[in-house]
């Protein structure tokens, strides 16, 4: 075994171990849990980087290129395996670099502690665990992880609401899991195997009772994954999580929980399924855009009401995921690759618009929409960071929010569905409402308008469940947090330019699910 072959595993056992160091040092030492951390985070996108050049690198079939750990040596199918390939190592790369880039923001702007950083790296450890797993049922296993990590994070908030919504987002998240462990385990009864390329090539074969036993499976794991990518109905537990969270978690959960759900996703219907199963099933493909239509009318319509910013990025989500998972259902190659350019774009500009909401939060002390009025004048740095960030989300060029949008209206167009093209165009409209009203209040709005909108400024020092101390307002914006959201705001208008970059990386994994059928 090539030492290339064992990073996959790697990267995600060495999080998942580490998380018990920050705790274990912690009895002895306050503050060493930042420390090992950051150490940790930078090794870990250092080797999805190199992992990268070598999966980039390969030339041939998605699967030729990917660089497959067996653990124990053992053999598929009855091993377990870890692949990292083009689009696994593209969603890695998002995950170990936001990772580092919200962990720079929590340095000054919290939650700190030793507790903290332990469910940081478990967080971390699952999310790489679920990115890369080969197999359906450690899929489900990286799932509890994912939320054991997240139900810590969100509940070490301020106030009792944190608790609420971490207990919220637990019942919610175990009912998903369950029912996706349902699924696979009729997808097992069905075919007797677990992993993935062993089901790729069994689930076309099947006939009679354990075709019916597929599709069984088949409706619990996209109602499983519908409640962790938080499609509506079934979205509630998101809004409570994300507005509650601390303001150094949200942008972590907001960005990488449920984009690598919704990768997962994906990765189940196009590799474990197929676009053939899905278009022989009836009605399959007409359900997966529905739910994703109407999540995304739903979600831009509710994100229009919300007064406060956090709640209404957060139905902003709601409704980028719909689209997301619309796209998944026209069975176009050119919409599949608008779909997966537009959970990067997306998983990128929420974190820099999150991380946005926390630096104002602490600087300026404004958490409503009112309360940004003057926001341009008073801080025109991270103000003019955030507005860039809101344009790209509308889908203005050039800026990834463009160029993920733009894909999945030609694949629609070439799928003949009306109805996601008026979609996409309603969403855009709604999504235009709620960032202008927001651009309103910050470069138009007086700003003696702001003053009875603000937080009192005495909130220093207040305890919080993790055993750090809240960020002092006013006080400690420093520099280095500014730098994060400006590079991510640029990053999201350079790759406004990566259309062709995003296509020929994506080409061997978009070729492998074979989306040359009629839907």
């Known amino acids: ?36 951390t950051l150490a940790t985070t930078v090794g870990l996108f250092a080797g999805t980087v190199y992992l990268a050049t070598v999966v980039y690198g390969g030339s041939g079939t998605n699967q030729e290129v990917a660089v497959i750990h067996e653990l124990g040596g053992f053999t598929a199918p009855m091993g377990i ?49 679920l990115t890369m797993t080969g197999d359906v049922f450690n899929m489900f296993v990286f ?25 919220k987002y637990l019942i919610i998240g175990t009912v998903g899991a369950s029912i996706y462990l349902i699924g696979v385990g009729f997808l097992f009864m069905a075919t007797g195997s677990l992993n993935m390329l062993d089901l790729a090539a069994t689930v076309p074969t099947l006939e009679g009772q354990n075709l ?90 509710l994100a229009v009401i919300q007064t406060d910013v956090k709640r209404m990025l957060a139905y902003s989500s709601v409704s980028q995921f719909g689209l997301i998972v619309a796209a998944y259902g026209l069975l176009t190659e050119t919409a599949l690759v608008g779909a997966l350019i537009h959970l990067i774009g997306h998983g990128l500009m929420k974190a820099g618009l999150f991380i946005a909401v926390g630096i104002i939060a602490i600087g300026y002390g404004a958490r409503t929409v009112d309360a940004y009025a003057g926001l341009a004048g008073e801080r025109p740095f991270v103000a003019g960071s955030m507005a860039v960030l809101l344009i790209a989300l509308v889908g203005i060029p050039p800026s990834i929010g463009f ?13 003949q569905s009306w109805l996601v093209a008026g979609v996409i165009f309603l969403s855009t409209m709604l999504t235009l409402a709620y960032v202008a009203r927001l651009l309103e209040r910050m470069y ?21 469940t993790d055993g750090g101390t809240a960020t002092v307002r006013g006080t400690r914006v420093t520099i280095g947090m500014l730098a ?3 590079f991510v705001a640029a990053l999201a208008v350079f790759l406004g330019f990566a259309g062709d970059a995003f296509f020929a990386l994506l080409e061997p994994f978009v070729e492998s699910a074979d989306l040359e059928v009629s839907p």
């Open 1 to 36: 075994m090539s030492s290339v072959e064992l990073l996959p595993a790697l990267l995600v056992v060495v999080p998942i171990l580490l998380a018990t160091v920050p705790i274990a040092l912690g009895l002895r030492y306050d503050r060493t849990g930042w420390s090992v």
């Open 81 to 129: 395996e870890l692949v990292a390939d083009t689009l696994s190592t593209m969603i890695a790369l998002l995950v170990t670099g936001t990772a580092l880039g919200v962990l720079a923001f929590t340095r000054v702007g919290g939650p700190r502690g030793n507790t903290f950083y332990s469910g940081y790296l478990l967080l971390v450890g699952g999310l790489l665990g």
């Open 143 to 167: 799932l509890e992880i994912v939320g054991l990590g997240s139900y810590a994070l969100i509940s070490s908030g301020r106030g009792p609401e944190a608790a609420v919504a971490a207990l």
């Open 212 to 301: 019916q036993l597929a599709r069984a499976a088949f409706a619990f794991i996209f109602v499983g994954f519908a409640i962790k990518v938080a499609q509506w109905p079934l979205h509630s537990w998101q809004p409570d999580a994300y507005q509650h969270a601390p303001d150094g978690v949200t942008p972590l959960i907001a960005a990488l929980v449920s984009t690598v759900s919704a990768y997962a996703l994906a990765r189940l219907l196009f590799t474990v399924f197929g676009a053939e199963f899905i278009a022989s099933t009836p009605y399959a493909s007409e359900i997966i855009v529905t739910v994703g239509a109407v999540s995304v009318v739903a979600g831009s319509t």
């Open 403 to 415: 160029i993920g949008k733009w894909y999945i209206a030609v694949g629609a167009i070439e799928a």
């Open 444 to 464: 138009f709005t007086p700003a003696s308008a702001l003053e009875a909108g603000h937080e009192d400024t005495a909130t220093v020092g207040h305890a919080v």
């Open 484 to 486: 994060i959201v400006i």
